[in-house]
């Protein structure tokens, strides 16, 4: 590479060490490496394959072509909770199941996250007997709760993004550390509300199917 010749007069060019950002030459992205490691996590979430009832079926609706759960990424449901990080407690949890639910869920990798669908997982729904767990919140620590019976795609959806506002913006983080367990947010039922989106603009809190031509 041959030396640039300076004319005299010519003011000199600036560069990083003497100008900062000023005197970079290329464009660059900065950033916080916690916003970095938020903007990561927030974008990787894969579930773990883990329906237990009839919300399971609304859960499978979600990542079928009409509501396309793959345009975040995480339409592959894992069959290993070890390549999984998100929950999704799918219906009732019976006392029988609780163990396997909360052996599946200690073997995810964290940092893991934990979402209750439907009024039976939350709460135990309409089964008040011995035989259900009565809030799966006594098993693993959860941190959205989905309402409905069942919940739709469309709500299922706005937990989920709900889930990755919270974990980008650090709520959930605080949210967990001051309840001691999961961060506990509790999202509204949003099915059937129409609101039309464009095709690439991220929908906020509702999910909504473009018309049938
Ligand atoms: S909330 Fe309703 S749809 Fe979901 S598991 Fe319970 S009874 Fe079934």
Redesign the pocket.
Known sequence: MSPKLITPGEPPEKTFLTDGLEGLQHNVLTGTLEGLVKWARQKSLWPATFGL???AIEMMAAGGAHYDLARYGMEVFRASPRQADLMIVA??VSQKMAPVLRQIHDQMMEPKWVISM???ASSG??FNNYALVQGVDQVVPVDVYVPG??PGPQTLMHGILTLYDSIQTGDLTRRRDANGGGAGIEVAAVDGQPEPVSLGTPSRGHVTVLEQA
């Open positions: 009832a009839c919300c219906g009732r439907g009024v039976c729904g309409m019976c069942p």
